[in-house]
């Protein structure tokens, strides 16, 4: 199996690590803005740019919200029902293995590493067939989850950016 494109390695993995501002506040490398923002909410994304989205989400409780309502949806909406037929039959598992990972990706304490040490994500994801379908139906699902959960734009545009660079890693079929 070869890597996506804009990957070095089959087994080379994202970061279990926080995406930094620099990788996902929308500003290419040479500091150009890219996003269109006007002042008032690039202001408000610069405030709040050195802060973990951890914090920004609200903590644990605020992560744990936002898995709570990603899954709701995946059980509940239609449109997401291939995606759900890769789940178990019952989904606590799933939520909680997402909450811990998120906590810790996302900047808070690392409840998955502690659980079970490196997240492995592409290697654990392997046995599910995910192509660019599924990708896009999990991104759709957790942006559906973000807004529904009041995620503020500055900081939905920077989780969606690196949700997508890391759901991307985990396509292993073609399509």
């Known amino acids: 199996m070869t ?28 500091g150009r803005e890219t996003d269109g923002r006007d002042d008032a909410a690039r202001d408000d994304a610069d405030r709040t740019a050195g802060q973990p989205p951890f914090e920004l989400l609200g903590g644990e409780a605020g992560v744990r919200a936002l898995v709570d309502r990603f899954y709701d949806l995946m059980e509940l909406d239609p449109e997401f029902a291939d995606l759900r037929a890769l789940h178990p039959t019952v989904l606590d598992g799933s939520r909680d293995k997402l909450h811990w990972f998120l906590c810790g990706w996302l900047g808070g304490p690392d409840l998955y590493v502690q659980r079970f040490g490196h997240p492995r994500l592409r290697a654990r994801h ?20 973000m807004t529904d959960e009041g995620v503020a734009q500055p900081l939905f545009d920077r989780l ?16």
């Open 3 to 30: 890597a996506p494109p804009g990957r070095d390695a089959p087994d080379r993995e994202p970061s279990s690590r926080e995406p930094s501002s620099r990788e996902t506040d929308g500003r290419e490398t040479d």
């Open 126 to 145: 392997l046995p599910y067939p995910i192509a660019s379908r599924e990708r896009d139906l999990w991104l759709v699902c957790m942006a559906r989850a």
């Open 160 to 175: 969606l950016g690196a949700f997508h660079g890391t759901a991307d890693w985990m396509r292993n079929r073609a399509g």
